[in-house]
């Protein structure tokens, strides 16, 4: 069973910056992609960025691109979510996500519980 506990999350003015991060078990963590998902209030579940098995490979939400850095550290069996130039429409809650295979192919199977972002105008 693949267990996913991001950390990281709060309350940060527009403009400021937080580092999420997912701390996985259970598995190979290396050996798969993994991504961060957000749903906002009252909206739908969105893809914000992913990232390959060894983090050669990444893409993002054209929303948050150029303000959002995923990353990983297969050693440590960590992905992480640097969010820069934050917004108040960042505001969401953010889940960690495990893929299925080693490419970022939008198959996702395991998710975390999810940690709440928020901006403040």
Do not use: H
Request: aromatic share 12%.
């Amino acid at each position: 069973q693949v267990q996913l506990v991001e950390s990281g999350g709060g309350l940060v003015q527009a403009g400021g910056s937080l580092r999420l991060s997912c701390a996985a078990s259970g598995r190979t963590f290396s050996s798969y992609a993994m991504g961060w998902f957000r749903q906002a209030p009252g909206k739908e579940r969105e893809f914000v960025a992913g990232i390959s098995w060894r983090g050669s490979t990444t893409n993002y939400a054209v929303s948050v691109k150029g303000r959002f850095t995923i990353s990983r550290d297969n050693a440590k069996n960590t992905l992480y979510l640097q969010m820069n130039s934050l917004k108040p429409e960042d505001t969401a809650v953010y889940y960690c996500v495990a893929g299925a295979t080693r490419y970022i192919n939008g198959e996702y199977d395991y998710w975390g519980q999810g940690t709440q972002v928020t901006v403040s105008s």
